[in-house]
């Protein structure tokens, strides 16, 4: 079993940047994919990033070229960068990793507003 905890979250300004990372209790070095998703207040969650165990990465549309994802396996953590934060990026945040167990974090509260 392994559990996943995101931190990073917060309050920030449009045009802001925050650092979310997601820490595993386990080895993630095993996990084919990873990803962040999240979910605003009223609507489904929905994937934001992907990233494998060779690099390649994906991104939702309207992140590309704002957001960043990474995976560390020698530290066991994934990262999602965002830049020039937007109002409709408000949400919390999870991270997701493996499959057949999946497992989720609990979720990190971002909030972008004036």
């Known amino acids: 079993q392994v559990q996943l905890v995101e931190s990073g979250g917060g309050l920030v300004q449009p045009g802001g940047s925050l650092r979310l990372s997601c820490v595993a209790s386990g080895s993630i070095s095993s996990m084919f994919k990873m990803g962040w998703y999240r979910q605003a207040p009223g609507k489904q969650r929905e994937l934001v990033a992907l990233?494998?165990?060779?690099?390649?990465?994906n991104y939702a549309d309207s992140v590309k070229g704002r957001f960043t994802i990474s995976r560390d396996n020698a530290k066991n953590t994934m990262y999602l960068q965002m830049n020039s934060l937007r109002p409709e990026d408000t949400g919390v945040y999870y991270c997701?990793?493996?499959?057949?167990?999946?497992?989720w974090g609990q979720g990190t509260q971002v909030t972008v507003s004036s």
């Open positions: 997701n990793g493996g499959s057949s167990p999946e497992y």
């Open positions: 990233v494998f165990r060779g690099g390649v990465t």
